[in-house]
């Protein structure tokens, strides 16, 4: 596997990465041992052995998860304000909760400092110095959080910079000794993570949990008010398959343990230290299959794990409790979608980019030695940030006055122009068939890859090089989460807008019949549609769009059978007109998430990688776009590998898509699509439309 420095002759950032590992390699803190600390509770109060048996109390645990840095409410990608997401409109609601709950406590579920524009200018385009706070978590501490988890995507930048920007002293090979690191500025509430451990030290990354103390204002059994000091402790868990998504910034420096083996290990410990009560912060959701040390969301499990009084989760970015919810892990055994438990745990994901905040509002009894959970009197409860009449609350004035700055230094920065196109380039029929915003991304990824092989692996360079990219907004948050690019002029921040994540390019060595598997595995993105069936049927399964991996060129063709069952509907696929075989060897572009095990494809675990570039896609795409001046549909916009195998329905076949944008369907070239309701009812501003597969 090669690391060396590609010649991308563009405006790429890799050296600005480079820049930002030397400028972060002194910066960063954590002495890896457990502390006490609180945001805003104190250690006064009514001694705890002055509080009278009998005394009750409630405590608010306030849930924010998956913020991604939209700390506005922007969309950098269409240069508008969308009400309908950011921290500024949560943190209304934050007030409100503390109004509401005088004894509260906020907390973050993690993946908080990467997904927007803002944070990639802040990491990659103009690194923050380790003097400034991170704008994510500069209006973090201004709200006054009391505690935090770590997500996986805090890992996507690197050890270094996330060192820097949490104000930490990581103690890993690639870093300079702690003693000798300066702590730079971070959030000013405790980060806990206890489930990934420094290779070097053998000792958790982060301090993996921390006791707060908070006085709260309780009721004795006298109906008199009293103060009782509430040692609550924090535990954070992160999901283990980091090391498969972020290998090339994690392996051989960091390693994980069990989420169930951890917890068990660490909440005797917070008891004998004397938390009160125990509340798990875990990046992952609900999964009740057999456990797993390295299992991707072991909330479920966790639940399970004695001492455990409440869980504030995410990752899937979904909104728990909703007693309305279809989503399967809320459907599970022992889930109760409309109470919000999980195994009787008190249980909370709000959801996504600040959409939600969580409350978890527990009622406390004191027996004269320790305080217990009343679980018949709490309520959990995701607080949108939407009012019932479709309106939303208004924005803190005080969050985008914080942050004023770094955001127009963002904008100015994703106006940069970079080529034109002269067609709407869209997400909006990805799915049925639409590569419209696709192939640019793909013949960017191959171009690159074709050119590092020629001049640095010769003995790969006869090999056919290929790409694949997925449609990364298909819908799956409402109307307005798809790519969609105007056609004019284009800027850095539509090449933004058609390549979401900060991925870098790798290269796969695969066979024939591992392509094809490749393929069955995006095939998933469909449910199996019955022929025979009379009623409607939805084409579009909950596999997530971005797993929906495909090629977008001429010499790769093949057909998608929905009629059949998973890992049985690729058909004719042939390359150059010749069937595909075992016996053929290919290189193909795609990206570090996938080329390393993400998303579970059979074969893709880092092993058949022969070039993990240190450039990002996005960097490449940028490139080609103004190396090519002019992206037009003829030449970068209609190269369709991929069809449905024909076969006439009884009934209806139906997908969701954007409100009126029949015509983008149409301008694609896709004949067989039709609008069948203005409105799908999913009240995420979405219409169904109908899909004609004997065409």
């Known amino acids: 596997m090669s690391h060396r420095i590609s010649p991308l002759q563009s405006a790429t950032l890799a050296a600005l990465l480079a820049g930002t590992v030397a400028l972060v390699a002194a910066c960063g803190a954590d002495d890896d041992t457990p502390a006490s600390g609180g945001g805003n509770g104190g250690n006064g109060g009514t001694p705890a052995a002055t509080v009278p048996a009998g005394t009750k109390a409630t405590l608010a645990l306030l849930e924010t998860t998956d913020l991604h840095t939209n700390v506005r409410s922007y969309d950098y990608f269409k240069l508008a304000d969308d009400p309908s997401l950011g921290f500024e409109r949560v943190a209304t609601l934050i007030k409100a909760a503390r109004q509401e709950f005088p004894n509260s406590l906020l907390l973050d579920n993690g993946d908080t400092i990467q997904g927007t524009a803002l944070s990639d200018y802040q990491a990659l385009v103009k690194p923050v110095a380790c003097s400034e706070t991170l704008a994510m978590y500069k209006v973090m501490n201004d709200a006054g959080y009391d505690g935090g988890g770590i997500g996986n995507h805090e890992f996507n930048y690197g050890l270094p910079y996330l060192s820097q920007v949490t104000g930490s002293r990581f103690n890993v090979d690639g870093l300079p000794e702690p003693g000798t690191q300066t702590v730079c500025a971070g959030p000013k509430f405790p980060q806990v993570l206890a489930n990934v451990y420094s290779v070097k030290t053998r000792a958790p990354l982060f301090q993996p949990y921390a006791i707060l103390t908070k006085t709260v204002t309780a009721t004795g059994p006298d109906g008199k008010p009293v103060t009782a000091p509430l040692k609550v402790g924090i535990i954070g868990f992160a999901p283990p398959a980091i090391l498969a998504w972020d290998k090339r910034w994690l392996d051989g420096k960091v390693y994980t343990e069990g989420a169930v083996e951890t917890a068990q290990k660490y909440i005797p410990e917070m008891r004998a230290k004397g938390a009160d009560l125990i509340v798990v912060i875990s990046h992952g959701g609900?999964?009740?299959?057999?456990?797993?040390?390295?299992?991707?969301?072991?909330?479920?499990?966790?639940?399970?794990?004695?001492?455990?009084?409440?869980?504030?989760?995410?990752?899937?970015?979904?909104?728990?409790?909703?007693?309305?919810?279809?989503?399967?892990?809320?459907?599970?055994?022992?889930?109760?979608?409309?109470?919000?438990?999980?195994?009787?745990?008190?249980?909370?994901?709000?959801?996504?980019?600040?959409?939600?905040?969580?409350?978890?509002?527990?009622?406390?009894?004191?027996?004269?030695?320790?305080?217990?959970?009343?679980?018949?009197?709490?309520?959990?409860?995701?607080?949108?940030?939407?009012?019932?009449?479709?309106?939303?609350?208004?924005?803190?004035?005080?969050?985008?006055?914080?942050?004023?700055?770094?955001?127009?230094?963002t904008i100015q920065y994703v106006k940069t122009p970079i080529g034109a196109t002269n067609y709407r380039m869209s997400s909006y029929f990805a799915d049925v068939g639409d590569p419209g915003a696709i192939q640019i991304v793909n013949m960017a990824q191959a171009q690159y890859v074709k050119d590092y092989l020629t001049a640095n692996l010769p003995a790969l360079a006869s090999l056919p090089v290929l790409s694949v990219s997925a449609p990364f907004k298909s819908g799956f948050g409402g109307g307005s989460d798809y790519t969609d690019v105007s056609a004019g002029n284009l800027a850095i921040n539509n090449a933004a807008d058609l390549y979401l994540y900060p991925n870098t390019v790798y290269a796969v060595k695969v066979n024939g019949d591992e392509v094809k598997a490749w393929l069955e595995t995006a095939a998933r993105r469909f449910n199996q549609i019955d022929p025979a069936l009379a009623t409607d049927q939805q084409l579009i399964s909950s596999f997530p769009g971005y797993n929906f991996d495909m090629f977008t060129s001429a010499d790769m063709q093949y057909e998608i059978d929905v009629t059949q069952p998973v890992g049985s509907r690729i058909k004719n696929l042939t390359y150059q007109g010749a069937p595909v075989t075992a016996a053929m060897s290919f290189i193909v572009a795609t990206n570090n998430y996938r080329a390393s095990g993400g998303g579970n494809f059979p074969g893709l675990d880092g092993t058949k990688t022969v070039y993990a570039s240190p450039d990002a896609n996005r960097d490449v795409l940028i490139a080609y776009i103004k190396n090519a001046a002019n992206v037009t549909r003829a030449a970068h916009g209609g190269a369709r590998s991929w069809r449905f195998t024909p076969v006439t329905t009884a009934g209806k076949v139906v997908f969701s898509s954007g409100v009126g944008m029949l015509q983008q369907a149409v301008d694609a070239g896709l004949t067989n699509i039709t609008l069948d309701k203005a409105d799908d009812g999913s009240n995420k501003n979405l219409s169904q439309y109908k899909i004609d597969l004997s065409l």
């Open 286 to 409: 609900l999964d009740n299959s057999t456990y797993s040390p390295d299992m991707e969301n072991g909330s479920y499990h966790l639940s399970k794990v004695a001492g455990v009084d409440a869980m504030l989760i995410g990752h899937s970015h979904q909104i728990f409790p909703d007693a309305a919810s279809t989503v399967p892990q809320f459907n599970l055994p022992g889930v109760d979608k409309v109470k919000g438990t999980v195994n009787g745990v008190p249980t909370v994901m709000a959801n996504y980019w600040g959409k939600h905040l969580g409350v978890i509002h527990l009622a406390l009894a004191y027996d004269g030695s320790k305080w217990s959970v009343d679980r018949a009197g709490t309520t959990v409860q995701a607080r949108s940030i939407q009012n019932a009449d479709k309106t939303y609350v208004a924005a803190d004035a005080t969050v985008a006055a914080a942050i004023d700055t770094e955001h127009q230094a």
